[in-house]
């Protein structure tokens, strides 16, 4: 049993909670700057202290055990007031610091080109950018902002609607004469590329469509929508490429539609935070800010 006087580190807590948001050793790794290796020795060292299963380990992915989910729910809930305090603290006495959670591709495509924008307008405010993949559709314990994709599913959260998700076919212009813009047909045989975290996307697309759904002669997975848009640039394949946030690759000419449809997903990009963050003067400006940019997208 735990010694009654000591408790585990807080690097191991940490680590642990981590692996919990992430429900990956990988992904929480890549968050720490250490190695997966690294993190799952740290959870079976606070596993051995506690004498008490966290996860059940499957062969690609985490889940939590009921002690697991419940030690989470209080560390989280633990290190979310932390850092508030530690904000607190800054905020009083130091530089000002926001802490901001997007998508990467909605960061890599949308947010960074225009982050000297806001930097101009508060010059005494940090941020903090983390990211975390558009199919976790929770607000982090740890930021003051976040930017979700899903369909208003946060009744404990203040949700401000920035534009809608959509999909078109796109591909590299060098694959464009062996394709019927006409025809949907014409995606028989080809290779598709698909994003792995949503590996009915082909399907979903064909049923709004109300047409059959491609025959694939080949299928390249990809784990982001960052290299999912590359390798459909660099002509390996035919992929369904998230709309607005590509447009950049097809006004350079990077990459073309196949079609002109656009398929609604009934998903929305939305900025939310917790009811009271707009209390602060700074968390309100970047919310301005943030609206102010990227809520026209809804009309395009």
Known sequence: M????RFPSLKALKVFQEAGR?????????????????VSHQVRNLENYLGVQLFVRKTRSLEFTDAGRKYFAFLDEMFARLEAETHQLFTEYGRG??????PPFFANELLLPRLHSFQALMPDTDIRLTTQPSLMKSHPAEADLSILLGKDEWPDLVAHRLFAWRLVVACAPSLMPTLDPKSFDCLNGKTLIVHENRPHS???WARALGVAPPRAGKIIRFDSMSSLVQAA??????ALVSWPLSRNWFESGALVRVFDRVVETGEFFCLAYRPGEAERMDIAQLIEWIVGEFGTHEKN
């Open 2 to 5: 735990p010694n009654p006087k």
């Open 97 to 102: 610091l926001i802490r901001l959670c997007v």
């Open 22 to 38: 992430h429900l990956s050793f990988k992904r929480a790794a890549d968050e720490l700057f250490i190695s997966p290796s690294a």
């Open 202 to 204: 082909w399907e979903n």
């Open 233 to 238: 640039a660099q002509g390996l394949g035919v």
